[in-house]
T-cell receptor, first 115, second 115 residues
């Protein structure tokens, strides 16, 4: 089954304690992306990756890091989490070029609470 | 930059009522347009899409027509069901100067359908 898998689904942690949210896709997609969803703001892109070792900032990259060492994995790293990073996070993937009109496939989300 | 504006919710309807969720966009060129749906506790799923002017996307009884003259992509359904209760996101595919692409989302409209 084609899917995007995020872990963990839920996490409550404290300010300053490094955490990583993993994302893995089994569709051999080149493009992967992280979004955060906040009430009244919709989804905003954090980082994206066009292929292995190719990453770039989205609209709200501050406080986050990513890596793309393998095609299937795109972890999101919060080196020193702060309460304003409390949010619902989604990973997505799709084929490239996107002008082929392939839709993005989304994971089920990770709800992070930073105390 | 490119942007999407959709009607604010929440929207509450009775079963079998007619649904319209308005979406307008601002973009250079002719982006592809999408509606995504998010059921409670789940990630986003592509509902329908349109890639050029006058295209009509349709799926599960929902329809939306790409209107270039009014820069709109309104979502409609003739008879909603309780199972349609979800959050609906309008989105456009934006191409960056570097050649990469991303989805730009509206803020989402929560729909509740009562029996």
């Amino acid at each position: 089954e084609a899917q995007v898998t995020q872990n963990p689904r839920y996490l409550i942690t404290v300010t300053g304690k490094k955490l990583t949210v993993t994302c893995s896709q089994n569709m051999n997609h080149e493009y992967m992306s992280w979004y955060r969803q906040d009430p009244g703001l919709g989804l905003r892109q954090i980082y994206y990756s066009m292929n292995v070792e190719v990453t770039d900032k989205g609209d709200v990259p501050e406080g986050y890091k990513v890596s793309r060492k393998e095609k299937r994995n795109f972890p999101l790293i919060l080196e020193s989490p702060s309460p304003n990073q409390t949010s619902l996070y989604f990973c997505a993937s799709s084929r490239v070029p996107q002008s082929s009109n392939q839709p993005q496939h989304f994971g089920d989300g990770t709800r992070l609470s930073i105390l | 930059g490119n942007s999407v504006t959709q009607m604010e919710g929440p929207v509450t309807l009775s079963e079998e009522a007619f649904l319209t969720i308005n979406c307008t966009y601002t973009a250079t060129g002719y982006p592809s347009l999408f509606w995504y749906v998010q059921y409670p506790g789940e990630g986003l799923q592509l509902l329908l899409k349109a890639t050029k002017a006058d295209d009509k996307g349709s799926n599960k009884g929902f329809e939306a027509t790409y209107r270039k003259e009014t820069t709109s992509f309104h979502l409609e359904k003739g008879s909603v069901q309780v199972s349609d209760s979800a959050v609906y996101f309008c989105a456009l595919r934006d191409r960056t100067q570097g050649g990469s692409e991303k989805l730009v989302f509206g803020k989402g409209t929560k729909l509740t359908v009562n029996p």
